[in-house]
């Protein structure tokens, strides 16, 4: 069974700083990996889709990494600014039954 | 946006009711998904569908059904609910290859807006 773990659990930076954001999965037989931004009462948007062939992907201040070997993925936001506070969530999509499996979230303060 | 519609947003219900939440898609998805959000245990798959009348259990089933007997719809019913289904609720779809089963390279989720669900 596919587990999906997010450290830290919250995290509180000033304004400027650069976010580090850690996704850790089981079964390194993954197809892709997506990293989602929940502002509080909303839905999921989707910020990032990393290829399983992929090792990294970049949309403005964000990049994301992956490294299924170790099972890993890192969502890197450079120059926080107050408006990047949000819930971050990284899910793993399995090629069976093509189903997500969610972290448990990082929620992010950047603090003026 | 996969344009997602999720209706009601928010309801409020009775312990023993019967209650469903609709799921609308424009995007021709073949996959789509129920999934619970509650605190402490973050996103959790209810029950989801590969396709019109295939649907299949996820995680935490019991207490729900779902029908899809439209591409573009996929409801979950609670049958008698319980104050444990006070959660919110998150619709997904997801886009596969040529629309079939298979996984692309650029397969993703989608989400709706939720509905939250109150059950007192």
């Known amino acids: 069974k596919q587990e999906v773990t997010q450290i830290p659990a919250a995290l509180s930076v000033p304004e400027g700083e650069n976010l580090v954001l850690n996704c850790s999965f089981t079964?390194?037989?993954?197809?892709?990996l997506q990293w989602f931004r929940q502002d509080p009462g909303k839905g999921l948007t989707s910020l990032l889709l990393i290829q399983s062939s992929q090792r990294e992907q970049t949309s403005g201040r964000l990049n994301a990494s992956l490294d299924k070997s170790s099972g890993r993925s890192t969502l890197y936001i450079a120059a926080s600014q107050p408006g990047d506070s949000a819930t971050y969530l990284c899910?793993?999509?399995?090629?069976?039954?093509?189903?997500?499996?969610f972290g448990g979230g990082t929620r992010v303060l950047v603090k003026p | 946006d996969a344009g997602i519609t999720q209706s009601p947003r928010h309801k409020v219900t009775e312990t023993g009711t019967p209650v469903t939440l609709r799921c609308h898609q424009t995007?021709?998805?073949?996959?789509m998904y129920w999934y619970r959000q509650d605190p402490g245990h973050g996103l959790r798959l209810i029950h989801y569908?590969?396709?019109?009348?295939?649907?299949d259990k996820g995680e935490v089933s019991d207490g729900y059904s779902v029908s899809r007997s439209k591409t573009e719809d996929f409801l979950l019913t609670l049958e008698s609910a319980t104050s444990s289904q006070t959660s919110v609720y998150f619709c997904a779809t997801m886009n596969t290859l040529g629309q079939g089963y298979t996984p692309s390279m650029n397969t993703e989720a989608f989400f709706g807006q939720g509905t939250r669900l109150t059950v007192v």
């Open positions: 899910a793993a999509i399995k090629a069976a039954g093509n189903k997500l499996t």
């Open positions: 995007e021709n998805h073949r996959y």
């Open positions: 079964d390194s037989a993954i197809y892709n």
């Open positions: 569908s590969y396709g019109v009348k295939d649907t």
